[in-house]
Every structure is written in structure tokens, then in C-alpha cells.
């Protein structure tokens, strides 16, 4: 089982997924772009995110063989919007492999929190418009997904009563 906080940057989705990974003792998968980049001087090109891609599903595999539970800083989703966002266009395996492993649960985090700089973060100014894309691709996907907003405090409880009405059988490790 896979759950996934997605959204546009900076929207509290690592902090989120690493808390309720810890929380639940669910496997957590980190957003391999980043350490990607990182390697990279934060430079890419498309062709890149194709690999970035490959090695996010290779992670989420990598988690999975010892968890029965995941909870993923994002998926590629992001990476779909994110290339048609820089390069109009998406190398069309991308999309393939996620809609080859959809997420039992995406917990959408809103822009409502404030934009702090990163050297790989490139799109202070419309935040909200990216989240109505991810939330029309979720919704043209008819994928489950809850919207996450106010403070850490709010999404952490709320993210948590999602989960826990989702009736996992969760045995804590």
C-alpha cells in the first residue's frame, strides 16, 4: 500500500511524509530528484527527467521489499507536470509508469504556507495554479485524494485521521 504527498513545490510535502512515515512506521521514499540534482549542480535538461523518473520508481521498489506500507515525498506526477511546465511536453514512458502503480491515497498539499527559497526550487509565483493541475490530473485519473492545508499541526492530524479510516490493519514495526 502506497500513500503519496504530492503538490507544487514547496508545500510542506517532505516535512508531512516524513512525519507520518515516522508516525505510522510506514517505509519512506524520499524524493530522489533532489540528491539527483544535488549530484548535478542542479542543472537538467528533459532528457534527465526520464531518468529521475526510473530511479523514483526504483526507490519506491527498493522501500517496498521491506515495508508493507510506503509513504512517498511525491511520485511522478510531478515529474509529468513538471516537464510540460518546462518543456511542453512529457517523454511518454513517464506517464506510463505512474499510472502503472497508482497510490492507494494522494494527499494533495496546499500552497498556503509561505515559499521559502531552495537552489532547486524555480516557481515562487504560481503555486496555486500548479496545485488546480495536480488536482485536475488526480481528479481526471479518478484517483482518491484529500486536500491538506493550514499548519503543520492541522495536516498532520488531518492526514492522520485519513489514514486512519482507511482500515490498514497496521501493525506497528
Request: negative net charge.
Amino acid at each position: 500500500m502506497k500513500i503519496v504527498f504530492t503538490g507544487p513545490e514547496c508545500s510542506g510535502k517532505t516535512d508531512l511524509s516524513l512525519k507520518i512515515a515516522e508516525k505510522y512506521s510506514f517505509g519512506y521514499v524520499r524524493e530522489v530528484a533532489r540528491e539527483y540534482l544535488d549530484l548535478r549542480n542542479n542543472t537538467y535538461n528533459y532528457e534527465d527527467l526520464l531518468e529521475i523518473a526510473k530511479f523514483q520508481v526504483a526507490e519506491e521498489k527498493r522501500i517496498a521489499l521491506d515495508y508493507n506500507f510506503i509513504c512517498a515525498d511525491t511520485d511522478l506526477l510531478t515529474i509529468v507536470i513538471w516537464s510540460e511546465e518546462k518543456y511542453n511536453r512529457v517523454d511518454p514512458i513517464i506517464p506510463e509508469l505512474w499510472k502503472a502503480d497508482f497510490a492507494e491515497m494522494y494527499f494533495l498539499c496546499s500552497p498556503d504556507i509561505p515559499w521559502t527559497y531552495d537552489p532547486q526550487r524555480e516557481n515562487p509565483h504560481d503555486r496555486d495554479r500548479l496545485f488546480d493541475i495536480h488536482q485536475t490530473i488526480l481528479k481526471e485519473n479518478n484517483l482518491p485524494f484529500q486536500i491538506i492545508s493550514g499548519d503543520f499541526e492541522s495536516r498532520i492530524s488531518y492526514a492522520s485521521q485519513i489514514i486512519n479510516q482507511m482500515n490498514l490493519n497496521i501493525t506497528f514495526q
